[in-house]
């Protein structure tokens, strides 16, 4: 079975700032990774994913995530917010060579930006 | 290159109704998967087609099934509906180069009232 679990289903940041969404999963084989970015009305967009090669991965809209297999954590982080980044942001996992690649998502993070 | 597309946007149901929804997977993606997005929830598996058959399902009763068509579209068929249907449901597609990245269409909003 795996699960994954976002902390914090609203982040607040000033334009400029920090974006840090915090996600862990449970997973009893290791797992493919993946953030996705959902903005209203809209369907979930693939922002970066881990498939087993380095631990640092970058995505779009200069997004990274770094895979952590002793803490079993998959951070995104962006070092400094745009307005557009507004949008709310799910973690997913996924077993590799498991029949079908059903995606198990978190609950979501809510990123509000401040001007 | 057409995305995943899907249809319709949005759709107002009574309780016991039956409803269809339909995908049309990405171009040269043969597997589609459903998803069941409730309001301020993520995204819950339902099923998977992979050249026309099932291929893993999500904890949903039987009342919810599916088909996958030759050309590799599919629909999400929902019977005897309930209030908790009410929800956003996406179809996501990947191919089998690619199997572990899925692309995802921008949902059809279903309301049970």
């Known amino acids: 079975a795996q699960s994954v679990t976002q902390l914090g289903s609203h982040v607040s940041v000033s334009e400029g700032a920090l974006v840090l969404l915090r996600c862990n999963y449970s997973?009893?084989?290791?797992?493919?990774l993946f953030w996705y970015v959902q903005y209203p009305n809209q369907g979930l967009q693939l922002l970066l994913k881990y498939t087993s090669a380095a631990t640092l991965v970058k995505g779009i809209n200069g997004f990274e995530a770094e895979f952590k297999k002793s803490e079993t954590s998959f951070h995104l982080t962006k070092p400094s917010a745009h307005m557009s980044d507004a949008a709310e942001y799910f973690c997913?996992?996924?077993?590799?060579?498991?029949?079908?690649?059903?995606?198990?998502f978190g609950g979501g993070t809510r990123v509000l930006v401040k001007p | 290159e057409t995305g995943v597309t899907q249809s319709p946007t949005h759709l107002i149901k009574t309780r016991g109704q039956q409803v269809t929804l339909r995908c049309s997977s990405q171009?040269?993606?043969?597997?589609v998967s459903w998803y069941q997005q409730a309001l301020g929830q993520g995204p819950q598996f339902i099923f998977q087609y992979y050249r026309e058959e099932e291929n893993g399902r999500g904890n949903f009763p039987p009342r919810f099934s599916g088909l996958q068509f030759p050309n590799y579209s599919s629909e999400l068929n929902v019977n005897a509906l309930e209030l908790d249907d009410s929800a956003l449901y996406l179809c996501?597609?990947?191919?089998?180069?690619?199997?572990?990245?899925?692309?995802f269409g921008a949902g059809t909003r279903l309301s049970v009232l």
């Open positions: 997973s009893s084989v290791p797992p493919y």
């Open positions: 997913a996992v996924s077993q590799p060579k498991a029949a079908g690649n059903k995606l198990t």
């Open positions: 171009s040269g993606h043969n597997t």
């Open positions: 996501a597609s990947s191919s089998v180069i690619a199997k572990n990245i899925q692309y």
